[in-house]
């Protein structure tokens, strides 16, 4: 699912293979033990540029993409998918956004409103990035989570709001990052106040958040890659082999 990309290259898969197949990087602040989160998968998109195919449905590496991005986050509770959910792994909730096909910030406000109320932190994910780790959900949660201390949630003036990857060209890459649930409700509550959800951009959702953005230095291509077209369903299955 685009997260509002601005038209633009793509980076070439010879290129970023040859870039992320360095040795080990350190990563971030990432500790062991990592309070509870939970996973909002957004699956609902309508793939214009692949003739209006179920996008999150086709494989790579022989894997839905969707099942990778919820691999990724096994360590969640819960995991919501909103879209389709036929064929989704067990243990998975299904939602949709209302109405169907509504975008992102649409899925998003369905995903959030199936969250527990003692849930604070949240992956927010787009279900095309076949590219996403278990390794890249935690470098996200590892910058998130030094903001707070002691088991408390950072809030108010000076504590950051989310975490999301930057793509090479320093593009914010918000369905590819880690959110605190309470201000993500009020950005919510504020948008809808000025506009419906269905239709918004996830630019209108952002304004009043503190976000920040981070680059990926780990191991192996970028988490970030999503897949719009078949194009880029070439280029992550190169990855993955």
Known sequence: M?????AGSRPSAGRCSRRWARGPRRLGRYRSRVRRYAAVVLAGGAARRMDGVDKPARPVGGRPMRDRVLAAVTDAA???????????????LITRESPPGGGPVAAAAAGLARLPADVDLLALLAADLPLLTREAVRELLGHLDGERGGDQPAAGPGGIDGVCFVDDAGRRQPLCGVWRVAPLRAAFTRLATQRPLAGASLRALLPGLAVREVPWRGDGPPPWFDCDTDEDLRRAEEWVR
């Open 2 to 6: 685009p997260a509002d990309r601005p």
């Open 78 to 92: 819960p995991r919501i998918l909103v879209g389709p959910g036929v064929g989704a792994p067990t243990g998975v």
